[in-house]
């Protein structure tokens, strides 16, 4: 056997072409770190996502009970806070006219 100098085992930069490539996740394990990835996106934009979808369905109902938006309701709808969307999503049932639910148009 040839013999190597401790330089050579000690070098703190592998040779381009002695490096070792990644091993690449198993699926187990990519699904793993999916599923952690998720839950930790969930509980970090949990309020946003829950606007989000609020927004969207509390648009979806409104069109259905009043018909088309004009674009006054749907920039109020773009931006309300948590709050008053949910505001809005108790009295959609109650309200008469789109005006009595989000307010006056401008």
Do not use: C, H
Not at 41 to 55: G, N, P
Not at 90 to 101: G, P
């Amino acid at each position: 056997m040839p013999e190597r100098s401790s330089e050579a085992w000690t070098s703190a930069k592998p040779e381009s072409g002695n490096r070792k490539p990644r091993e690449a996740l198993t699926e187990p394990g990519a699904a793993v770190l999916l599923d952690v990835l998720i839950s930790w996106m969930m509980e970090r934009y949990k309020d946003q996502i829950y606007a989000e979808v609020l927004r969207m369905l509390l648009t979806k109902l409104i069109r259905r009970r009043f018909g088309a938006l004009p674009r006054w309701a749907s920039a109020r709808l773009r931006q309300a806070d948590l709050k008053q969307l949910e505001a809005w999503a108790v009295n959609i049932f109650d309200a008469k006219e789109l005006t009595d639910l989000l307010g006056p148009e401008p």
